[in-house]
């Protein structure tokens, strides 16, 4: 008997998707929408007004991660192929994404095939990277190049069907982003312009950084999300004991912030500390977060796994309440993806 699929948790109404940035929309980073989200009311308002709704104290978490050009075209079998370079392991091995010619999606390659890059590499496809799934593979560059300086060599960035034409790398960086290693933009840190950084600790609330370099999106399944290698500074881990201690928020700007922080949380003592490696972890009602108490985060679909994270901060309630007030029919038109506006949940 086969199972039917499980009803979306809210439905987009028509012209969800930003299909370019809001600077060719004729707005700046920090005028797209912001729907606060609070357990009284949603207010729609313009990420420029956060600073009303942050006091004194609060903490700001943001990812310093910079988005790099993780898209290469290669030959296999004779045909031009694309290749999405989503991350790089401790050994200097990649994991990549192969996308067929035809655009319909990833393909699968065959364990030990070797693909032909530009600049004369080779890249030679070994395994499933993480095992259980065909999507990602680990991949051996021949010979052996820095990832950064080869995808900024001959890299261009990963674009997907929803956007209007082709944009520059620079729209698809945060304006703090200083550690380049992600294969996509952390968007939800994209509003932030550097006017409203100031503004924000003018009034008192500390920005502290964080990095957690993010791997190529899970576009054609409700796939986990995949490995990811993060830091947390001790700096960043002493702010955020400092703000809780005092009765502070601590708001985190993103998923990949959320995921970063409470990797670092101690198992026992619930404390965060200074940490750095690879996270496979995975947020949720089962698994609540235990020091981010905001977030501040883009618009995500109805079956993304990210809703999950999402509920692990503000309780499946109240993410159900945000999206269905959003979606209503008379509410604003919000934009999706990472041109899109935010949402601000403050549980």
């Not at 990649?94 to 030990?112: H, I, N, Q």
């Amino acid at each position: 008997m086969s199972t039917a699929a499980p009803e979306p948790r809210f439905r987009l109404p028509a012209g969800s998707e930003a299909t370019s940035p809001p600077e060719a929309r004729g707005l700046a980073r920090d005028q797209v929408r912001l729907a606060v989200v609070t357990p009284g009311r949603t207010e729609h308002q313009q990420v420029r007004d956060l600073s009303r709704w942050l006091a004194p104290g609060d903490l700001l978490v943001v990812n310093t991660s910079a988005t790099l050009p993780a898209a290469v075209d290669v030959v296999r079998r004779g045909c031009r192929w694309g290749l999405h370079v989503s991350a790089e392991l401790d050994d200097g091995t990649w994991v990549v994404e192969l996308r067929s010619p035809d655009g319909a999606g990833p393909g699968a390659p065959d364990p030990g095939e070797v693909l032909r890059l530009p600049g004369g590499v080779r890249l030679r496809v070994d395994a499933p990277s993480p095992p259980g799934q065909s999507r990602l593979w680990r991949a051996v560059a021949l010979p052996a190049v820095d990832r950064v300086e080869y995808l900024r060599a001959h890299g261009r960035p990963i674009r997907y069907d929803y956007l209007n034409g082709e944009w520059p790398l620079s729209d698809l960086q945060n304006v703090y982003a200083t550690v380049p290693g992600s294969a996509e933009m952390p968007s939800a840190g994209r509003p932030l312009s550097r006017e409203l950084l100031v503004e924000l600790m003018a009034g008192g609330v500390v920005v502290a950084p964080i990095v957690l370099h993010t791997g190529v999106a899970s576009q054609e399944a409700p796939e986990p999300p995949q490995p990811e290698w993060f830091s947390v500074p001790d700096p960043t881990a002493r702010l955020v004991e400092l703000a809780r201690s005092h009765g502070g928020r601590v708001v985190a700007v993103g998923t990949t912030v959320t995921r970063a922080l409470e990797s670092a949380v101690q198992p026992g003592s619930g404390r965060l500390v200074g940490l750095s490696g690879w996270t496979s972890l995975v947020l949720g009602v089962e698994h609540p977060a235990r020091v981010v108490t905001g977030l501040l985060t883009g618009l995500h679909e109805p079956q993304a796994s990210h809703l999950h994270l999402l509920e692990s901060v503000a309780g499946p309630v109240l993410v159900d309440r945000a999206y269905a007030d959003i979606t209503a029919e008379s509410a604003p038109h919000y934009l999706w993806h990472e041109f899109g506006d935010s949402m601000l949940l403050l549980p």
